[in-house]
């Protein structure tokens, strides 16, 4: 199967200068724990519930303070023809439970969650790829350095 065919097309975007508080507003109205961060037709970056947690609210950051501040800035993707099954082993081996889903000209067209896959019916590795999401550490854990 295809991300394509998986993926959820319908993504609200933020801004890097836009709040936390508003970042918070759209994860609140969409139901979801991650927005992905434009800038200028380019994505430069994902916000997750946990960054707002955790690197602000934790560290004594106000809700004003801007997406930029505590966003994560290295994006890693998938793209719409990518295999479903080589994008749940990377999810796996990234500790990523998600990953947004660009076009070939690299621009942003969905994103990509575990959920997705697993109500897909993608294939049968999910439950392989949330085990080691699961364990400790990652490129987004939080307490890796902030800002890149």
């Not at 609200?12 to 836009?18: L, T």
């Not at 959920?115 to 590795?125: E, H, K």
Request: charged share 25%; aromatic share 2%.
């Amino acid at each position: 199967m295809k991300v394509r065919e998986a993926m959820t097309r319908d993504v609200r975007i933020a801004s890097p200068d836009q709040t936390i508080q508003e970042a918070a507003a759209i994860m609140a109205e969409i139901d979801a724990g991650v927005v992905p961060v434009r800038e200028n037709d380019r994505l430069v970056g994902m916000i997750t519930d946990r960054d707002i947690a955790v690197r602000a609210v934790a560290k004594g950051m106000g809700p004003q303070s801007r997406i930029a501040d505590i966003m994560s800035h290295e994006v890693k993707y998938c793209y719409e023809d990518d295999d479903t099954h080589d994008v749940l082993e990377n999810l796996g081996d990234q500790k990523l439970r998600r990953l947004p889903v660009v076009s070939r000209d690299k621009r942003l067209v969905g994103i990509l969650s575990l959920g997705d896959l697993a109500t897909s019916g993608a294939n049968g590795a999910t439950g392989e790829a949330l085990a080691g999401i699961s364990q400790p550490g990652g490129i987004h854990s939080q307490t890796a350095s902030v800002g890149g």
